[in-house]
């Protein structure tokens, strides 16, 4: 039976919440606004940039400013990112991919960020051409918590929601994704386990070390 195993991005398969809370941070700081660990994980993460700057700034703020603003922020992030040379994926990663991979499961990636922030990311990462579907802010109207961003990445792999399961760290994208009617695996980067269970994740772990894929698939089944 074919599965579909769709992550997020950020948080999920590279861990760069720290460097995105570094970059909204000395934007935030330049416009004279404070921004700490729990502003960032409990109001920004997970979401588009612009949907966390109309949070910030009002509904109203203009296009031509939202445009502005979002490069300042994602050329923060691209600069980080470019100079890292830490181990950036989260822990035990790589198997989990290749035992999805092994038993003729399907891949997709559903994510918030713009197209450079994705392809610098899986650059980073050595996944270039790794997953079936990559589904970005490019490609949907309306992002996290809205569940089109998972509705599209099923659709694209050609499967069914009930066939699905997304693993993801954010408040935004847990709700994208139960909303879309798939289970989710709370990944523990930005918030406790204690956290994503609350939220409504069917399984909570600190990383993919913890995980085996007939858990998963039993997961499925069980939608």
Not at 141 to 168: I, M, N, Q, S, W
Not at 200 to 210: E, I, T
Request: glycine content about 10%; aromatic content about 8%.
């Amino acid at each position: 039976m074919e599965y579909g195993f769709i992550f997020d991005m950020d948080g999920v398969v590279i861990d760069s919440n720290p460097f995105h809370k570094i970059a909204w941070g000395r934007f935030l700081r330049d416009q004279g606004i404070a921004c700490d660990d729990a502003y960032f994980d409990n109001v920004l993460s997970g979401k588009t940039g612009p949907t966390s700057l109309k949070i910030i700034f009002g509904e109203d703020l203009a296009d031509d400013l939202l445009e502005e603003y979002l490069q300042v922020v994602d050329g923060n992030y691209q600069a980080i990112l470019r100079q890292s040379e830490e181990e950036l994926s989260i822990a035990g990663l790589y198997d989990f991919l290749a035992s999805i991979k092994g038993n003729g499961f399907r891949l997709g990636l559903a994510t918030s960020a713009p197209p450079l922030n994705i392809e610098l990311g899986l650059e980073k990462l050595k996944l270039e051409g790794v997953f079936e579907v990559i589904v970005g802010k490019a490609d949907v109207e309306h992002g996290k918590p809205h569940p089109e961003v998972y509705l599209t990445t099923a659709e694209r792999l050609g499967l069914t929601v009930d066939r699905c399961v997304v693993f993801e760290d954010s408040k935004a994208g847990i709700q994208s994704a139960l909303s879309a009617g798939m289970p989710v695996v709370g990944i523990a980067s930005g918030h406790s386990k204690e956290e994503l269970l609350a939220e409504g994740v069917s399984l909570a772990v600190d990383d993919f070390s913890q995980l085996k894929l007939e858990q998963i698939t039993r997961l499925i089944n069980k939608n």
